[in-house]
């Protein structure tokens, strides 16, 4: 038998490509198809794992912070105090991208709960600089210290580059208000020539204590709520501030810088003519309320300062940076009133300072770079404190 090829013809070649490219298509957009149901598939997982797993704002090691909120978002936040009544704050907030040049004092409630929205209104004029603001025991006016009588615009900053050190200016326009909280100017507590700010207020509601330059010096005073009655607490050569008193009233706690060598006093009485100083060299004092019985509390070199008092008066918390040869990161400390028993409670490794508890001793606020993508952007958190 013999075999007879098949005799094809040009129809059945255009055929049999035709059933090809078909077959080719259907293929490429049945892949088409799977691909983008594999990518949607992923998508929604990721949605889902990030709904499921929300920001941990504290480190694991943080075991004193517990449901931490972040407050506020973008620019610089800090010196957030609570009220008397444990639910309002007063903080100062600067930022630029919002129009708000330098720091200017913002008014807001602590959220009830994760669910919550911080919402805060600026009370302070919006001009010149403003700092360290405090409500005030009748839950309708808070005080601050404030430059906008010499100048509506921001007071110059200091010029690092050109003076080669770290360091504050401290304004000699600033003076101490009380405002309403619609922001309204109801007295001017200070008239001196120099710095007058860092006020607080005593948890017995009759005493402001702050930080004036009235005696040539940075020295701490108090005064009564209505800026009568001053008294020079501390005299010693060197940067007296951000004093706060005890929940009893009857203690003061404060950081101080004390020069001693020659070199030392020359190079602050220098830099304090120029409305300089530099906080890079400071320890935690404690004393009575009167000044009386004042001595150091820390002995541990570098930048120690923002100090408060736990709400059992017991136990100091403060940031510092003494742990660190290149004077950065800032943690938080516990430490007694006796200068033992030190604790590091926070954990980041950029910034985390300016700590106060609520009055009641439920909530713990402070200001950090954390949570920040790795920016500049210092903002407000609060958290249950946990024992």
Known sequence: MFYTPLTIQPRHIAA??????????????????MQRIFTLVILLCGIAAKAQEPVNLAYPDEKHFKNMQQLTTGGDNAEAYFGFDNEHITFQRQNPKEGVMCDQIFYGSIPKSAKDKFSYTRVSTGKGRTTCAYLMPDHKHFLYASTHL????????????KIKKYVWPI?????????????????????????????????????????SMRNGDIDIY????????????????????????????KKIIWRASRPQTEEEVKEYKDLLAQGLVMPTHMELFIANADGTDA????????????????????????????????GFPFNLYLINLDGSGLERISHDGSFDAFPMF????????????????????TNVFVCDWVE
Not at 19 to 24: A, F, I, T
Not at 181 to 200: H, M, Q, S, W
Not at 311 to 320: E, L, N, Q, T, Y
Not at 360 to 376: A, E, L, Q, V
Request: proline residues 6%.
């Open 295 to 326: 001595h150091q509390v820390t002995h541990l070199g570098k930048a120690n300062w923002a100090p408060a008092f736990t709400p059992d008066g017991k136990h100091i918390v403060f940031a510092s940076d003494y742990e660190y040869e290149r």
């Open 358 to 377: 609520s009055p009641d001793g439920k909530k713990f606020i402070f200001s950090s770079n954390r949570n920040n993508g790795g920016g500049h952007d």
């Open 16 to 33: 049999f490509i035709n059933v090809q490219l078909v077959l080719q298509l259907v293929i490429h957009h049945l892949n088409l198809f």
């Open 150 to 161: 010499a100048m509506d615009t921001c007071p110059p900053v200091p010029d690092r580059s």
């Open 222 to 249: 108090t005064m009564n709520l209505d800026g009568s009655n001053v008294k020079q607490i501390t005299n010693t050569l060197g940067y007296d501030g951000g004093a706060c008193f005890s929940p009893d009233g």
């Open 171 to 211: 304004y000699d326009s600033y003076d101490i208000f009380i405002a309403d909280l619609k922001g309204n100017i109801t007295k001017r507590l200070t008239n001196t020539p120099g710095y007058d700010a860092e006020g607080t207020i005593s948890p017995k509601g009759d005493k402001i204590i702050f930080t």
